[in-house]
């Protein structure tokens, strides 16, 4: 899988997590939209790689997380977001709605309001984290 394959995971991932919205299905909504963004951040993380290089061991290991905040940290965008953080309210606000998404949700009962304030958190097009990774993978 390389960063193109991740790009196209994340759009879909997000494609679908609206279908499922409309539907009434916020279970899943939620739990893709979230994904979505762990696909985005994973290709940063492969644009990191230089093609035909053998990754580094610890870089490879982090790399195989679920977790969002751990994540942003092997992209090497954790600086670049606490700045950003700092200066913009709106991704500010939004983080703090995706930062704690977890693969365990796949199990969890969401409510649609809790899918709705995800997926507006991830697509939001002025402080929306999905449009802030897009930029930057």
């Not at 299905?25 to 290089?53: N, Q, V």
């Not at 870089?59 to 950003?84: F, G, I, M, N, P």
């Amino acid at each position: 899988m390389n960063r193109v394959d991740l790009q196209g995971i994340a759009e879909t991932r997000i494609q679908e997590s609206s279908a499922l919205l409309a539907a009434g299905f916020p279970d899943g909504a939620y739990y893709l939209a979230g994904y979505a963004i762990e696909c985005a951040l994973k290709a940063c993380i492969a644009k990191r790689t230089r093609e035909h290089d053998f990754p580094e061991k610890a870089l490879a290991t982090r790399s195989y997380t679920h977790k969002l905040q751990d994540l942003v940290v092997v992209a090497e965008l954790k600086t670049e977001l606490e700045a950003t953080l700092q200066v913009d309210p709106i991704l500010g606000a939004n983080w703090a709605i995706v930062k704690d998404w977890s693969e365990e949700s796949r199990y969890e009962k969401r409510t649609l309001q809790e899918a709705e304030t995800l997926l507006r958190a991830i697509e939001d097009k002025k402080g929306g984290l999905l449009p802030w990774i897009m930029q930057r993978w």
